[in-house]
T-cell receptor, first 114, second 117 residues
Framework: ETGVTQSPTHLIKTRGQQVTLRCSSQ?????VSWYQQALGQGPQFIFQ???????GRGNFPPRFSGLQFPNYSSELNVNALELDDSALYLC?????????????FGPGTRLTVL | AQTVTQSQPEMSVQEAETVTLSCTYD???????LFWYKQPPSRQMILVIR??????QNATENRFSVNFQKAAKSFSLKISDSQLGDAAMYFC??????????????FGTGTQLKVEL
């Protein structure tokens, strides 16, 4: 069983650019959540996708957007990058919407904005 | 909005000893879930243990157990017989149910656990 994978591992961008991060969910999982983890902080919820529809969103501006594809993989897009967007971006998948389901996390993408 | 507080930025424990990590949370909901996640230096977050708020019985997973006090909004993690592999950042997380179902996790700031020989 393949776990959650994310690409790329590391990324360096400059302020004002746009970035796309990718996530492949664990086999059989139809729900994907994205989190932003700033250095020394706990992860913060960005949004969740269930069967290609956004199912919930945290307190992030509209320049953070996402997609989920029919195979349940997902993308996180960030436009007009700011220095504060530098963080570890974590993707997590789960087998459905039940609250008790564990979220399985990927290794993350480290984004640096210069 | 829910908040999660971990008041111990760092903890140390001797190998084979027991350590307790503290967590408190604030919520007005009655139905929710609580989790402890472990994040080793490799960065991959791993679930340690979960607790359903409607269950009075404290969850246990091998050497890991919780002390869940719903009225006090407290959710501490006890690690028994600590091992070198337990060294990691531990995050307490509150899971509240989104309108469309599913779980949104709110994390604390973490406790860095060091295990000494």
């Amino acid at each position: 069983e393949t776990g959650v994978t994310q690409s790329p591992t590391h990324l360096i961008k400059t302020r004002g650019q746009q970035v796309t991060l990718r996530c492949s969910s664990q086999s059989g999982h139809n729900t994907v959540s994205w989190y932003q983890q700033a250095l020394g902080q706990g992860p913060q919820f960005i949004f969740q996708y269930y069967r290609e529809e956004e199912n919930g969103r945290g307190n992030f501006p509209p320049r953070f957007s996402g997609l989920q594809f029919p195979n349940y993989s997902s993308e996180l897009n960030v436009n007009a990058l700011e220095l504060d967007d530098s963080a570890l971006y974590l993707c997590a998948s789960s087998p459905g919407l039940a609250g008790a389901y564990e979220q399985f996390f990927g290794p993350g993408t480290r984004l640096t904005v210069l | 909005a829910q908040t999660v507080t971990q008041s111990q930025p760092e903890m140390s424990v001797q190998e084979a000893e027991t350590v307790t990590l503290s967590c408190t949370y604030d919520t007005s909901e009655s139905d929710y879930y609580l989790f402890w996640y472990k994040q080793p230096p490799s960065r991959q977050m791993i679930l340690v243990i979960r607790q359903e708020a409607y269950k009075q019985q404290n969850a246990t997973e091998n050497r890991f157990s919780v002390n869940f006090q719903k009225a006090a909004k407290s959710f501490s993690l006890k690690i028994s017989d600590s091992q070198l592999g337990d060294a990691a950042m531990y995050f307490c997380a509150y899971g509240n149910i989104l309108t469309g179902g599913g779980n949104k996790l709110t994390f604390g700031t973490g406790t860095q656990l060091k295990v000494e020989l």
